[in-house]
């Protein structure tokens, strides 16, 4: 729905505390072998290859005609593993104490089968990966395992983390800073509900904002999240209800979203805020969808639904260009969703030593909508909405992965289109080794009639590490970036799993027929920098530790070296 959100606050101190390594956690399997009879298969981990894939490591019974579920035994593990010496210590011994592991039915809520059920090993490969999303989890391994009736015993292995953190915290990328305090529960009172409270300050605002967020109200499939912020430019509010598309096999999905949002926006000029205004959202939405099967593992999900949008803008004192005019939408809308069931478990790609859930097939996603002058008293407008993504392995060890975006109005009265954004972007792997890899990213994306609100930038906080925040601005923009990738799996301190990266961008944002500020130089920039995976809090984020110098630097208002200290979802 394009809320801006940051990406770039590193809870550095709270992982420093509370983080450290899995050692292996991910390779247990069933311990009860002495008790096997004489048609149980024996499990066997096998090497990984220069995949990275770990889809053997953990071989299930095959499914047969009337063979069921017979029990349904948890092995929770708490945070810390003291029967280590490394982790046999008295802060990790009281972190377990003090910890309250998950909730046995919060566990089950996620699972897609029952004692009873018809056994189906698909449904228990989605119920490791549903389980791997959850937040109060660092990993989860299901096994099962044939008695002597040929039925199936399953056991479901997951491991806490520690989710009661103070949010501590500072970054600093394209030469701005960000900071927050407070802190975030993310498995409140072990009933994986997330409390979060914090002051924040970045580039754009200060202010304080409260998260509630339940992915499972009373333990049901119901889906409830609501968050309000205060801040010096405004206030925002956020409420959704949803019965969401939980599984494939979710035959229907409704919500209701209400979101309302007043804040100070700026427009950069060669990294320089040069202009700001005031915007204040309003937005409404339900919807409600249908999900069917298709041939060869497809599935296919279409929604329809109702909006109600406005965007109002308004002069401030600091405001120094021209604002843009009030949009009013409202419409129906259908959507839909193509994707192919083709997952497989990989790990050194995204993160360091953690399970990771990668799909080969195909994401088809599309919307269309529109809004007519006789409801939303405004131009008619055709909204669309299309995204594509795909990976595939070329090789025994080549990975590419790529996506495409689109979206933007049609404008009945100005015949033309309004506010089209197109973004593409192809990643390659080439894996040398099991901790060694080659990356590389392209990344083109193109805009056309962008209203005065908006602007397609480029700098230190989209790709280009050596220069500041939002640097260049135009029309159109390319991004490369080459990577030589290390995922050393070294325990520092034990408290992270360790990579490093050697990097080189180059990138242009232009107009096609004005100046932009910069002449539409090629801007390139080279750096090293540390990667940090905690495994006890926070996990599923890395922390970069980069520092990038700028290539043929020519301009005086760029830094010789930028220092950038970041949080992202990913390498």
Not at 129 to 155: F, P, S
Not at 193 to 222: C, M, Q
Not at 360 to 373: D, E, P, T, V
Request: with cysteine.
């Amino acid at each position: 729905m394009g809320f801006k959100q940051s990406h770039f606050v590193a809870q550095i101190l709270p992982m420093v505390l509370l983080s450290v390594t899995s050692h292996a956690y991910a390779e247990q399997v069933l311990a009860d072998n002495n008790n096997y009879c004489h048609n149980q298969r024996t499990l066997k981990t096998q090497d990984n290859n220069l995949r990275r894939q770990l889809d053997t490591d953990n071989p299930l019974p095959e499914a047969a005609d009337n063979r069921k579920i017979t029990s349904i035994k948890l092995e929770q593990l708490n945070v810390f593993n003291t029967a280590l010496e490394e982790e046999n210590n008295a802060l990790f011994r009281f972190a377990n104490r003090a910890h309250m592991t998950t909730e046995p039915e919060v566990i089950h809520s996620v699972l897609l089968f029952s004692e009873g059920d018809i056994y189906q090993p698909r449904k228990l490969l989605e119920s490791e990966r549903l389980l791997r999303k959850q937040g109060y989890l660092y990993d989860a391994r299901i096994h099962a395992e044939l008695d002597c009736d040929g039925n199936v015993n399953v056991k479901v292995v997951t491991r806490d983390l520690w989710t009661l953190l103070p949010e501590i915290s500072f970054s600093r990328s394209g030469g701005e800073n960000e900071s927050s305090i407070g802190f975030r529960e993310s498995n409140f009172l072990g009933w994986g509900k997330r409390v979060s409270f914090s002051r924040t300050h970045d580039a754009d605002r200060t202010g304080y904002l409260f998260v509630y967020d339940d992915p499972n109200i009373f333990s049901s499939r119901y889906r409830g999240r609501l968050e309000y912020s205060d801040n010096d430019d405004g206030k925002r509010h956020y409420i959704d209800v949803s019965y969401p598309f939980y599984s494939i096999d979710t035959p229907y999905s409704y919500g209701a979203t209400s979101y309302s949002d007043q804040r100070r926006e700026p427009l950069y000029y060669r990294g320089e805020v040069v202009s700001e205004f005031e915007q204040k959202t309003t937005l409404n939405r339900a919807y409600f969808g249908h999900s069917s099967q298709l041939a060869r593992s497809w599935t296919q999900r279409i929604s329809l639904g109702i909006e109600n949008r406005e965007d109002t803008f308004k002069a401030i004192a600091a405001t120094q260009l021209p604002i843009a005019d009030d949009r009013s939408l409202s419409y129906p809308f259908i959507s839909a969703q193509w994707f192919e069931d083709h997952y497989v478990k990989v790990r050194n790609f995204d993160s360091i030593y953690r399970t990771e859930d990668l799909n080969l097939g195909w994401n088809i996603q599309a919307l269309l909508g529109y809004s007519s002058k006789d409801f939303s008293d405004d131009a008619s407008r055709t909204i669309y909405s299309l995204s594509l993504s795909k990976a595939h392995y070329s090789g025994d060890n080549q990975l590419w992965r790529f996506k495409a975006d689109i979206d933007g109005y049609w404008n009945e009265e100005q015949d033309d289109v309004e506010n089209l954004i197109t973004s593409s972007q192809v990643q390659y792997y080439l894996n040398t080794s099991l901790q060694q890899s080659w990356y590389a990213k392209v990344r083109l994306q193109y805009a056309k009639n962008l209203t005065a609100d908006k602007q397609l930038t480029l700098g230190g906080e989209n790709g280009l590490r050596g220069y500041p925040l939002d640097y260049q601005i135009g029309d159109r923009s390319f991004l490369v970036s080459l990577e030589k990738r290390y995922y050393w799996e070294y325990d520092l301190l034990q408290l992270f799993k360790v990579g490093g990266a050697a990097f080189y961008d180059i990138g242009r944002a232009w107009y096609n027929d004005k100046d932009n500020g910069t002449n539409g130089n090629v801007l390139q920039n080279i750096g090293v920098g540390l990667r940090l995976a905690p495994s006890r809090a926070n996990a599923g984020t890395v922390i970069h530790l980069d520092i990038a110098a700028p290539i043929n630097k020519k301009d005086s208002d760029i830094d010789s070296v930028q220092w950038l200290v970041t949080v992202k979802n990913t390498f």
